[in-house]
């Protein structure tokens, strides 16, 4: 026997192309035992299992929404969308300003619906002249309508736990419902359960992206700012994404609740990541079961191996899903995994305190310095050359480090210790052959701040002691912060990009030259601020 106790959804407001996934929480008689998991048909229990059905009401009248703010009604439609042919959804502005400010956005799907238009016309003219011709494969699923007691029409369009949304839902009502039934004779065994969703939304659309050749030099050439033990080009994406656990609507109150859901985020996610089709991808705050189950198998069908290192503790809620981490992939048709290395700061920070701290401080300094931060590092060799051909000569060796620097604003000590705890052990590393050099990641510091300066320069003796509050007293003196790794900020690049065309331009203007860094990688209500960085091993500056 089967019994319902509880059933809502991610978020009252449903998008187009985002999976909804209802929370159903299912009692199992005579086991007393409550779980979420589904009893399908194919698996029932007790000779029970459940029946799902979505609905879209067909009495409301359907509102049209805009296309930017989606949360908002349409006042005003663009010919020209109509003219081309684009997707009535995205024509629509709440507001002649609304239009305004997105029309260089705007204007692109004009261009790409009339570059399908021709597209379209050829395929056309081919298949007549081939004598073919187009047929109707016949009704889906969505052909049942249900009058409820209250007169309410209903179009049925799914009958799975989960359903995504489609543009014909777009303005309409929908409804979720759930019961247990005799998994033979398919007749209700329990309560009736049903869920309404506020009108379904389009997803906003995404911003067209700006390529920008950068670090050429006046003869074309590209000019990587010193002299690397890699002489062969590829991209880098380094992103922290912001795990579930850490989205939540108290730290995100600004935030409308649909665009923190998982499932809308994790679409977005995926699709900018894919579209950037960088060679080494570089992720942090993945949470396990997000790797596991989406990130990892995903990123596997457009080519890519991966490799995850988690934290050394839950975050917030102390469940083991919840545990975030840092995730690095590559392109298997560019790089070839050779070793892997895996940074557990806590346990780095144990050592030290059980050597250097006073037996009456170590409780204070395990929990000011003793964090669940950590490094994943993976060497890999490539597999092709400067031109971009099959590498058949010497060897090129690339070390790729990713972390998550100790978010505490307060804690430089802390950030500083942990940046150079890995910069130790990519110097043991580089020592080890001609080896390239990346650091990515999320460093939880500002350009200029004390962990960036001995990152970028190699030494911080030239500061005031006073510069880093040291309760423990493990980071003074500071000339003892030091290394030997060549490393430059990749974004540097930028500025010293010889040329001129205006969307560089606009770029370089959202550059700090004081750090050669940008303005921001962050922005928020409360923060706006740089703190993810890409370094490579070059010549010294």
């Known amino acids: 026997m089967l019994n319902v106790l509880r059933v809502h959804l991610p978020s009252e407001i449903p998008v187009v192309g985002c999976e909804i996934t209802p929370y159903v929480l299912i009692l199992k008689r005579p086991e007393n035992s409550v779980s979420s998991d589904d009893v399908p048909e194919s698996s029932p229990v007790n000779g029970c299992c459940m029946q799902y ?11 049209a929404v805009c296309s930017v703010h989606p949360t908002s009604h349409a006042t005003l439609q663009c010919l020209a969308c109509i003219k081309y042919n684009v997707a009535a959804p995205k024509s629509f502005h709440c507001t002649p300003n609304c239009f305004t400010d997105a029309w260089q956005h705007h204007r692109v799907l004009h261009d790409q619906a009339k570059a399908a ?3 379209r016309s050829v395929a056309e003219e081919s298949r007549l002249n081939s004598g073919g011709s187009t ?32 543009t014909d839902d777009i303005g309409h009502i929908l409804k979720f419902e759930c019961t247990a039934i005799d998994a033979t004779s398919r007749a209700p065994v329990g309560n009736l359960n049903t869920v309404l969703t506020s009108r379904v939304i ?113 975050v917030y809620s102390g469940q083991p899903n919840s545990i975030n981490g840092c995730a690095t992939f590559f392109r298997k048709d560019k790089f070839i995994f050779l070793k892997k290395y895996e940074v557990e700061f806590k346990k780095a920070a144990n050592s030290v305190i059980e050597s250097v701290v006073p037996a009456t401080q170590k409780k204070a300094a395990s929990h000011r310095l003793a964090k669940d931060n950590i490094a994943l590092i993976v060497v890999l060799e490539a597999k092709f050359n400067s031109n971009g051909s099959e590498n058949s ?87 003892k912060f030091n290394h030997q790794l060549p490393l430059v900020s990749a974004y540097s690049s930028f500025l010293r990009t010889v040329g001129y065309n205006q969307s560089l331009e606009q770029q370089k203007r959202r550059m700090d030259p004081a750090t050669n860094e940008p303005l921001f990688t962050n922005f928020t209500r409360d923060f706006i601020g740089t703190h993810d960085y890409i370094f490579y091993a070059g010549s010294p500056q």
């Open 117 to 119: 238009e021709k597209y």
């Open 135 to 166: 047929s109707n494969t016949g009704e889906s699923i969505g052909s049942k309508t249900v009058v409820d007691k209250s007169g309410e029409t209903w179009f049925e369009i799914g009958r799975s736990r989960t359903y995504t949304p489609t």
């Open 202 to 314: 389009p997803a906003p659309s995404p911003a067209p992206r700006r390529m920008m050749q950068v670090g050429f030099d006046a003869r074309g050439q590209f000019d990587p700012d010193g002299q690397s033990a890699f002489s062969g080009t590829f991209s880098v994406l380094s992103y922290n994404i912001l795990s579930d656990v850490c989205a939540s609507k108290e730290q995100h109150s600004y935030c409308p609740s649909w665009a923190l859901s998982w499932p809308y985020r994790r679409q977005n996610l995926l699709r900018e990541i894919i579209g950037y089709r960088a060679d080494i991808v570089c992720l942090q705050e993945v949470q396990s079961d997000h790797f596991d189950e989406f990130f990892g198998p995903e990123l596997e069908k457009h080519g890519y191996d991966a490799f995850y290192k988690k934290e050394t503790s839950e």
């Open 53 to 63: 059905r979505w609905y879209r009401n067909q009495n409301d009248q359907k509102v």
């Open 393 to 479: 000569g010497k060897r090129q060796v690339l070390c790729v480090a990713n972390t998550h620097i100790n978010v505490e604003e307060d804690h430089v000590d802390v950030k500083l210790w942990q940046v150079h705890t890995l910069v130790k052990g990519l110097e043991k590393i580089a020592a080890s052959g001609d080896i390239a050099l990346l650091v990515c990641g999320d460093l939880n510091t500002v350009p200029g701040s004390v962990p960036h300066v001995y990152l970028a320069r190699g030494k911080i003796d030239h500061l005031r002691p006073e510069a880093v509050f040291d309760p423990l007293g493990v980071v003074h003196p500071l000339s």
